[in-house]
C-alpha cells in the first residue's frame, strides 16, 4: 500500500482572498488574514506528512506480524500431524536411498579412521632395522678380573660373560644402520659385565679381547667397535657389545681374553 502526501497550495487563495480585500480598502485586516491563512494550510500540510509516516510504519509492522504468524502455526500444524500420526510417510524407495547413504558413510569414515591409525603407527615406529645374523655361535664363557682403586689395591671383582658371537653384514652403530662393504662382514660379541662393588665403575670393555684369523698367532686385532667407556651402576648388570670388521675369507677365528697385561684365555669361534 502506496501513501503518498498531500501538498496544498495556499498561493491560489491569498491571490483570491487578496483581490477581495483590496476592494474594501482594509489594509490591515488584509495582512492580518493572509497571515493566518497561511499558517492554518502551513500547519495542515505538516500534519499530513506526519501522519502518512506513522501510517506506512504501522502496516509494515503489521505486514510484518502476519508473517510470522503464519509461518509459527505452519510449523506447528505440521508438528501437529507428525504427533498424531498423520504425517505423510517416506517411501521405501526413499527410505532405502536414505539407509544406503547413511551406509555408505559410516564406511567412509570408519575406512578413514583405520588408515589414519595405521599412519600414525608406522610414522611414530622409527626404529632402524637391520638383517638378521648370518652365523651364530652361543659360547656363554664367564671371567672375573680385579677392581682396583686408584693405589692398585684390589677392591672387589667384575664378571666378564661371553655371551655369543655372531656375523653380520648390517650393524646399528650410534642408532644408524652400517652395512659392510663387498667381501667384508662384522664379527659381533655380545657381552655381560656384572659390578658387586656399591659404587659406579667404567670399564673398557675393548682391553679385555683380541681377535686372531688364519692362524696368525703374531698379529692381536682389537675391537674397533664398541660402547666403551662402559659405565655399569653399583651392584647391577650391564649388556654391552663389542665388533671386529673382517674379511668373509678369514677362517681359524680366536678369541683372547684376559687383562691387557696378563695371560689370556683362547676362545675358538666355529662360525
Same mark, same amino acid.
Given at each position: ?83 498424531e500420526g ?31 591409525? !595405521? ?36 677392591v672387589s ?5 661371553? !655371551? ?25 660379541? !655380545? ?60 677362517? !681359524? ?9 696378563e695371560d ?8
Amino acid at each position: 500500500m502506496e501513501l503518498r502526501k498531500i501538498e496544498f497550495s495556499i498561493e491560489p487563495l491569498q491571490s483570491a482572498i487578496a483581490v477581495r480585500l483590496s476592494s474594501l480598502n482594509i489594509g490591515s485586516i488584509k495582512r492580518k488574514i493572509t497571515v493566518f491563512i497561511s499558517k492554518t494550510f502551513t500547519a495542515v500540510q505538516n500534519a499530513t506528512v506526519v501522519v502518512s509516516d506513522k501510517l506506512l510504519r504501522f502496516f509494515s509492522l503489521a505486514y510484518d506480524s502476519a508473517r510470522r504468524l503464519s509461518l509459527r502455526k505452519r510449523v506447528a500444524h505440521a508438528f501437529t500431524k507428525l504427533r498424531e500420526g498423520k504425517a505423510k510417510t517416506p517411501s521405501k524407495k526413499a527410505r532405502r536411498i536414505v539407509l544406503y547413504a547413511t551406509l555408505a558413510i559410516l564406511v567412509f569414515f570408519g575406512l578413514r579412521k583405520i588408515i589414519q591409525v !595405521n599412519e600414525k603407527t608406522v610414522q611414530s615406529d622409527q626404529r632402524v632395522e637391520i638383517a638378521g645374523a648370518k652365523a651364530s655361535a652361543d659360547l656363554n664363557r664367564e671371567f672375573k678380573f680385579p677392581l682396583r682403586d686408584n693405589t692398585g689395591e684390589q677392591v672387589s671383582e667384575i664378571k666378564f660373560t661371553v !655371551n655369543s658371537a655372531e656375523l653380520r653384514d648390517e650393524i646399528i652403530v650410534k642408532g644408524k644402520r652400517a652395512t659392510a662393504v663387498k667381501g667384508r662382514t662384522f664379527l659381533i660379541l !655380545n657381552l655381560k659385565v656384572a659390578n658387586d662393588f656399591n659404587q659406579t665403575i667404567e670399564i673398557d670393555t675393548r682391553d679385555y679381547i683380541r681377535l686372531t684369523v688364519n692362524g696368525n698367532e703374531d698379529e692381536k686385532l682389537a675391537p674397533d667397535i664398541h660402547n666403551d667407556p662402559v659405565e655399569v651402576q653399583a651392584i647391577s648388570t650391564k649388556l654391552t657389545r663389542l665388533g671386529f670388521p673382517i674379511n668373509d675369507s678369514d677362517t !681359524n677365528l680366536k678369541l683372547l681374553v684376559g687383562e691387557i697385561s696378563e695371560d689370556k684365555e683362547t676362545i675358538e669361534l666355529n662360525l
